[in-house]
């Protein structure tokens, strides 16, 4: 029985449970991230735990539920496969950008809080939430874009499509 257990483990066990945290401690900051940690630790010391009882302890810390957070990557399969475009706006000093989650249809759509960083002279950071398979973004850029970036920090798990 134990041998079929340890055919449970392989590469995406581990790296997707490390990107799961990686994620949570970038959407989250590092205090709250580390109080709800600590609190999830001291309250579990020497006993059993399950998942819910650490998002039960990142939720207090952070004072805001992270369902759909937990629901997407750990009870959910895959991961967004993100396809962006973009254009410029000359008219408007707009920079539209298209996003979209071109993932297997059997794969759920991804509640993703995404920056886009935008180079023009200088590189400016949107704060952008992808919530649908297709996003429109239009963000406000005084001149024409070099070069458009988005999750420039590695802070999504993800595959992009170029």
């Not at 399950?50 to 997407?72: I, K, N």
């Not at 239009?138 to 024409?144: D, H, Y």
Request: charged share 25%.
């Amino acid at each position: 029985a134990q041998r079929d257990l340890l055919e449970l483990l392989n590469k995406n066990s581990y790296e997707k449970g490390a990107w799961v945290l990686h994620m949570l401690r970038t959407m989250l900051g590092d205090r709250a991230f580390f109080d709800g940690i600590r609190a999830y630790y001291r309250q579990h010391r020497l006993a059993n735990a399950t998942t819910a009882d650490l998002r039960a302890a990142l939720e207090q810390s952070a004072g805001r539920p992270l369902d759909w957070f937990f629901q997407q990557w750990l009870y959910e399969p895959g991961y967004p496969k993100l396809r962006p475009r973009w254009r410029w706006d000359a008219r408007q000093h707009e920079l539209i950008v298209t996003i979209e989650q071109t993932q297997r249809a059997a794969w759920p759509t991804f509640r993703l809080p995404l920056t886009i960083a935008v180079a023009a002279g200088t590189t400016t950071r949107y704060d952008v939430e992808m919530t649908g398979r297709r996003q429109v973004y239009r963000l406000p850029v005084a001149t024409q874009p070099t070069r458009v970036t988005v999750d420039p920090d590695e802070a999504i798990l993800k595959e992009i499509e170029l």
